[in-house]
């Protein structure tokens, strides 16, 4: 984390003083959530098809990179059933942020709020995340195949 850039999570603009440095507008929940559906799919992972080192990825909106790997799994014939994912970070608290990030997330997806689940935690300021230098985030999703 920067002072002075966006801080973006689950598809909403945070007020904070830091944010994230990406080559993307850098939210790292939905690169976690794209990570997660790619890989259930057995699709690779989100470098392979939103490369970091191409201009057409840059600055853009991961809800962009969300709603493309959604139809890539709806292609390959899968549902997502439901979405868990936990962010850690340091500060600043975002409990509040929360149910909106859930929202957001679920309209891109279009899939009910009930499957999605969004926890935060800190690091009892251990490691990159605890001193305030970066974020992490992590989700586990299930996915169906249709015949």
């Known amino acids: 984390m920067a002072e ?3 801080l973006i999570l689950g598809g909403i603009k945070i007020e904070w003083h ?3 440095v990406a080559h993307s507008d850098g939210d790292v929940l939905i ?4 990570d997660a559906l790619l890989g259930a799919a057995n699709l690779r992972d989100i470098g392979f098809h939103f490369p970091d080192n191409s201009a057409d990825f840059k600055g853009i909106d991961s809800k962009i990179l969300l709603k493309r790997t959604v139809e890539l799994l709806q ?3 899968y549902e997502i059933g439901n979405i868990d ?3 850690a970070l ?3 608290k975002i409990k509040e942020f929360i149910p909106l990030m859930i929202k957001t997330l679920a309209e891109v997806m279009n899939i009910s709020e009930d499957d999605v689940s969004i926890k935060a935690t800190t690091t009892e300021k251990l490691g990159f995340v605890g001193s305030g230098d970066g974020i992490s985030a992590y989700s586990v999703v299930l996915i ?3 015949l």
């Open 31 to 34: 690169h976690a959530i794209c």
């Open 90 to 92: 340091q500060e600043p």
């Open 18 to 20: 830091k944010g994230t």
């Open 75 to 77: 292609n390959k014939n």
């Open 144 to 146: 169906t195949k249709s």
């Open 85 to 87: 994912s936990t962010i």
């Open 4 to 6: 002075g850039e966006e």
